[in-house]
Each structure stands twice: as structure tokens, then as C-alpha cells.
């Protein structure tokens, strides 16, 4: 049974930064597609990045360039590093684990385990 444990958000200033973790259960890093979503209340949820096992990455065109998503295998941890964050990456953010074409589509439908969330808030 995977189990997926966020952590790391909070409250932070306008072009700030947050990395955000997720500890995962035995042998889920590497394994799955591993993926970051966002949402805020009564919008869908928004796929931020994936990484596949070999490490390939994908990452919404909102954030490229300003976010990195990353994993460590041995302690079975996802990251997600947030740099010159904005108003508009205020949301709850999950991390998944899931099918492999959920890293090229980043749809949630392709993921199959969700964390419980972490709130982001950029002012």
C-alpha cells in the first residue's frame, strides 16, 4: 500500500521561496511516476511537475524555469523546490504517485496514490 506524507508549505513573500518534501513508503520513488498537483477551492486539480524513475522531469509551462522537482531513491523522498514564487502558486499541493504517462500529461487521472496536502501561501 503506497503512502505519500506532505510537508513543507507555509505562508511566504512574493518572489520568496520553499522546498516541499513527501515522504513516501517503501519503494515508491523509483518505482512510479512520481508527481507534484496544486489546487485551490472549487478550481481543478493543476498538475505542477513530474519525474520518472530514471529522473526525466516535466513541469507546467506556469512554473518552468522557477520550480524543480526532484527525488532521492535511497530515503524514498520527493522534492519540490519553489523559487520566485507568485500570488498565483497560493494552493493545497499533493504529491502523487502514478502510471508513466502521467509524467509526459501530468493528468491527475493517471495518478493512483495522493498525498494529503500541504498549503502554499505566496503574499
Known amino acids: 500500500h503506497v503512502q505519500l506524507v506532505e510537508s513543507g508549505g507555509g505562508s511566504v513573500q512574493v518572489g520568496g521561496s520553499l522546498r516541499l518534501s513527501c515522504v513516501a513508503s517503501?519503494?515508491?520513488?523509483?518505482?512510479?511516476?512520481m508527481g507534484w498537483f496544486r489546487q485551490i477551492p472549487d478550481k481543478e486539480r493543476e498538475g505542477v511537475a513530474g519525474i520518472e524513475s530514471d529522473g526525466s522531469t516535466s513541469y507546467a509551462d506556469s512554473v518552468k524555469g522557477r520550480f524543480t522537482v526532484s527525488q532521492d531513491s535511497a530515503k524514498n523522498i520527493l522534492y519540490l523546490q519553489m523559487n520566485s514564487l507568485k500570488p498565483e502558486d497560493t494552493a493545497m499541493y499533493y504529491c502523487?504517485?502514478?502510471?508513466?504517462?502521467?509524467?509526459?500529461?501530468?493528468?491527475?487521472?493517471?495518478?493512483?496514490?495522493w498525498g494529503q496536502g500541504t498549503q502554499v501561501t505566496v503574499s
Open positions: 502523487a504517485a502514478g502510471r508513466t504517462y502521467g509524467c509526459y500529461t501530468l493528468l491527475a487521472t493517471a495518478f493512483d496514490y
Open positions: 517503501d519503494d515508491t520513488i523509483g518505482r512510479y511516476c
